[in-house]
Every structure is written in structure tokens, then in C-alpha cells.
């Protein structure tokens, strides 16, 4: 099997299926309709656009990759007036709708009958009396999204999904190093950095970047423990890549006991449905709090709280 | 436990145009009821009726929506 993707970093499965369907493609000329599940920043996005990259047109050039926000596609009409008749219709490209959950229901039931292709190549697509053909030798389509349970069932059923994993601490160590290869980390920095990674790729970008900034302010070429801990004080790095509002979190369970999400909410001052999403699944994640009726603390948390 | 309005209720209040042209303009579009408006122009005031009509309002939203641009990014991996 060709290695197709030997830029990036972990998601070994993903990179298996995806490099099943590049050696088929170059047989066949036809990709399925792919569909990239899984939290955010996992590289999905970044996954889509390897995979474009190793797709080529006809005379052997690399195909033109499309990115499309569908948050910003409100109808039918529009997607065909504004994308369709002038990027895709009789090229040779890739198409990327990210965020697909937020397709308009138009477009929606359209790419029912659009995808419902059976063994064939090619679709005519009727609406307003107007024809518009789809050529899947020529045009290849890849959705991402975070939300798949918002999709509507019947287009995920046309869709082939690739589902994406968390990263090991050692694959989020090698992305920070990838990102900074004028850097040197010594006496087991990496180490220390991983853990305080939210275990995504995105994470891991952005921890190499603050380093790359605290060498670059220092005039450094090497990055060591000492300089992660003042690293760590100076732009509030927290152990197991925490926030402050989780901190806040688990200090209160610590202080109170256990609470209701509404008492939690009340106390932090937060929605409780941002409370749930973008905190609570994390510290659950860390094993640092647990939901037994009411939340609490774990002994885990109760151990970092005493550290904090 | 009782349900509903309590007695005397109205969700209306009374306010004279002067004065709600002072907090929205003379241009704002304002919610009448249909009949009313009616007995007021009569029956055949046909194109005064379709201004204020909902159906001619959500073709106005449809039509801002087609204009709205669609983000997307192009990218040729050839210039790579």
C-alpha cells in the first residue's frame, strides 16, 4: 500500500482506509462519497486535503480542491448559482463540505437523488427545470463534520464514513516537534508537554506555537524542562491541559461536595449547556470528576485539586 | 390549578401612531390585522394588500438569502 499521508501524524486507520480508496481511485478513477466523523480537531479537515492532494485530473495534473463552509449555504439556488455552474459543473475537482450538518434541507434532500447512484458514474440532477449533471469520475465529494447525529439519516446512509480517534500522547509529542523542527527539546521536555495537550492535533499545533514564541522572544534554538515550567506559569498551562473554568470547576466540587448541573452553573456562571459540552465531557474524559446522579469529584481530581 | 389568561386579559395595548413612529420610524412595517386593514382601504386596494402580504415578505428573505455568498476556499496543489 502506497504511504500517501507520511506528513501527518497518528490516525493510523484512517490513513489504512483512505489510502485503500487513493489505490482504487487511481484504478477506477472514482472515489466514494466520504464522510470524516469525529470531535474537533482532530484532522479531519487536514485529512480531507491530503487526500485531494493525491487525487489527479485526467492529464495528470493534481485536481483543485474546493472548501465549502455549509453554514454559509442557505438554499438550493444559491449553492447552484454561486458554486455549482461556476466551479463544479464540467471540472475536474474536489468538493469539501465542512460542517455538513449545517446543509440546508434543500440541498439536503437534492443530494439524496444526487448520490443515489447505484453503479453509475454519472447523475442528472433535475430542479426548476433545470438540468445539472454530476460527474463522480470528474468531481469528488468529502463531508466533515463533528455533529454526524445531525445529519439526516438517508445522505448518511449514501455516505462512506472514516471515523476519527483521539491521539496518543507520544503521536501529539511528534506533532509539536513537526511543527517546530528548528527547535531541539531536551532532558524529556516532550514528555511533559504531551500530557498537558487536550489530545487533539489542534491542541498540539497550538502548544508548538506558544514554544516557538517563548524560544523565538528568548533567542533560543532549544527548549528544556525549566523553560516549560516558567512557560507553563507565564501563559497559564494547566496539568492534563485543564482550563481555568475547569479548574474552577473542580475546586468547587472539592469546596461543596457534589452539585447539581444547575448548582454548578449557578456557581461557575455559565449556561449549563456550555457547562456540559465544552468542560464536563472533558473532565469526564480525564476521569476527574463523575456523574452519579449529581457531580463530584474523583480521588484523581481531589490530588490535582490539592497541586492546583 | 387554574390555566390560561386570567379574566380581562388583553394581549394588546394602544399606542397612537405619533408616538410608535417616534420608537420605529414611518417606514417599519407593522403587524395589522387583515381585516382590518381591509375595511379600512376596501376590497380592491390589491397592491397597498400586497406590500404588507407574509408570502411577499418571505420571498424578500429568499432573495436576500440567494444573494448571501457561500465561503469557500479554492486551492490548486499544482502552484504547491
Not at chain 1, 16 to 22: D, E, M, P, V
Not at chain 1, 50 to 79: H, P, V
Not at chain 1, 113 to 129: H, P
Not at chain 2, 35 to 61: R, V
Amino acid at each position: 500500500m502506497n504511504n500517501y499521508f507520511k506528513d501527518l501524524i497518528g490516525q493510523t486507520a484512517v490513513k489504512k482506509k483512505l489510502s485503500f480508496y487513493l489505490d482504487a481511485f487511481h484504478k477506477t478513477s472514482q472515489a466514494p462519497f466520504l464522510l470524516m466523523a469525529g470531535a474537533k480537531g482532530l484532522g479531519k479537515t487536514e485529512f480531507a486535503k491530503a487526500f485531494g492532494k493525491n487525487l489527479y485530473n485526467q492529464d495528470g495534473e493534481k485536481r483543485t480542491f474546493l472548501e465549502l463552509n455549509c453554514s454559509t449555504i442557505k438554499n438550493n439556488e444559491q449553492f447552484f448559482e454561486q458554486i455549482f455552474l461556476p466551479l463544479i459543473a464540467d471540472n475536474e475537482i474536489t468538493i469539501l463540505f465542512d460542517e455538513c450538518h449545517a446543509l440546508p434541507a434543500d440541498l439536503t434532500m437534492a443530494f439524496l437523488t444526487i448520490f443515489n447512484t447505484e453503479a453509475n458514474s454519472r447523475k442528472n440532477f433535475v430542479w426548476n427545470d433545470m438540468s445539472f449533471e454530476f460527474n463522480f469520475k470528474n468531481q469528488t465529494f468529502i463531508f466533515a463534520t463533528t455533529e454526524t447525529d445531525k445529519i439526516f439519516p438517508p445522505l448518511k446512509d449514501r455516505l462512506t464514513t472514516i471515523d476519527f480517534e483521539p491521539y496518543e500522547s507520544s503521536e501529539l509529542s511528534e506533532i509539536v516537534k513537526l511543527c517546530v523542527p528548528h527547535l531541539k527539546f531536551t532532558d524529556g521536555v516532550d514528555e511533559l508537554i504531551a500530557p498537558t495537550i487536550r489530545g487533539n492535533a489542534r491542541s498540539a499545533v497550538k502548544r508548538a506555537k506558544e514554544i516557538d514564541l517563548y524560544c523565538g522572544a528568548k533567542g533560543r534554538s532549544f527548549f528544556t524542562k525549566k523553560d516549560f515550567e516558567v512557560l507553563c506559569d507565564q501563559v497559564g498551562i494547566l496539568p492534563f491541559g485543564i482550563t481555568f473554568t475547569e479548574k474552577q470547576i473542580l475546586q468547587t466540587l472539592n469546596s461543596c461536595g457534589s452539585a447539581t448541573l444547575t448548582g454548578l452553573a449557578a456557581k461557575i456562571g455559565m449556561s449549563k449547556t456550555s457547562l456540559q459540552k465544552d468542560h464536563e465531557l472533558y473532565l469526564l474524559g480525564k476521569n476527574l470528576i463523575e456523574i452519579d446522579g449529581k457531580r463530584k469529584i474523583t480521588s484523581r481530581g481531589l490530588t490535582l485539586c490539592k497541586a492546583l | 390549578m387554574k390555566r390560561g389568561r386570567p379574566k380581562g386579559y388583553n394581549p394588546y395595548t394602544e399606542i397612537s401612531y405619533e408616538e410608535l413612529s417616534d420608537w420605529v420610524g414611518r417606514k417599519t412595517k407593522v403587524p395589522v390585522s387583515k381585516k382590518w386593514l381591509q375595511s379600512l382601504m376596501g376590497e380592491d386596494n390589491s397592491p397597498q394588500k400586497e406590500d404588507i402580504s407574509l408570502d411577499n415578505d418571505s420571498e424578500a428573505t429568499y432573495s436576500k438569502d440567494i444573494d448571501s455568498k457561500i465561503e469557500y476556499t479554492l486551492t490548486n496543489f499544482n502552484n504547491e
